[in-house]
């Protein structure tokens, strides 16, 4: 516990509920989802969004435990659910104050390739999505594989573009579960 900020420990206990993402683009994407669906941002309903270090999940976990808040955690599965979610989070999945969340689809293994596959029919990227990851149109006419390495490599630029976009874009069920 003494390697966590302070701040953010003192945000898990203070707030009405807490979503613990990995970093600024899930913090930014799980934002716009909860904007999408209840017109407001979650922190106008007592909800703080929390990037941390996944490595710091569990300690949260113990705070959480400890203070008796319900915290919800958002996580990659980096393709492999048994060994970091199963295993991981042995003794916390079971706890009904702790919900964690993850593509249940263990090739879209982080938030991109889970965003681009949501957004993404029959092969197709729908027109929104692209237009909402666009600066000036620099995504139209991308291959699925050049606009999934372009949201990998700037990750943080393609979530704030679709954070301020004025149109919806779908999301990946956990996302949506998370926000539940």
Do not use: H
Not at 60 to 76: E, F, G, S
Not at 108 to 114: A, C, D, I, K
Request: hydrophobic letters at 35%; one cysteine or more.
């Amino acid at each position: 516990f003494k390697k966590l900020p302070g701040f953010d420990t003192l945000r898990v206990i203070l707030a009405n509920k807490v979503i613990l993402v990995e970093g600024p683009a899930d913090d930014l994407i799980i934002q716009r989802a909860y904007k999408d669906k209840y017109g407001k941002l979650p922190i106008n309903d007592g909800i703080d969004v929390i990037a941390v270090n996944a490595l710091a999940f569990k300690r949260y976990c113990d705070i959480a435990i400890l203070v008796n808040k319900n915290i919800t955690i958002v996580t990659d599965t980096d393709g492999n659910i048994k060994e970091n979610i199963i295993q991981k989070y042995k003794g916390y999945l079971e706890r009904d104050n702790i919900k964690i969340c993850y593509e249940s689809d263990e090739t879209l293994n982080t938030l991109e390739p889970s965003i681009l596959a949501a957004n993404t029919i029959d092969g197709k990227i729908s027109d929104i999505f692209i237009e909402g990851i666009s600066q000036n149109g620099s995504m139209k006419g991308k291959t699925y594989e050049q606009v999934k390495n372009f949201m990998e490599s700037k990750k943080t630029e393609w979530s704030m573009r679709i954070f301020d976009y004025d149109k919806n874009i779908k999301y990946p069920q956990y996302i949506l579960d998370a926000i539940e």
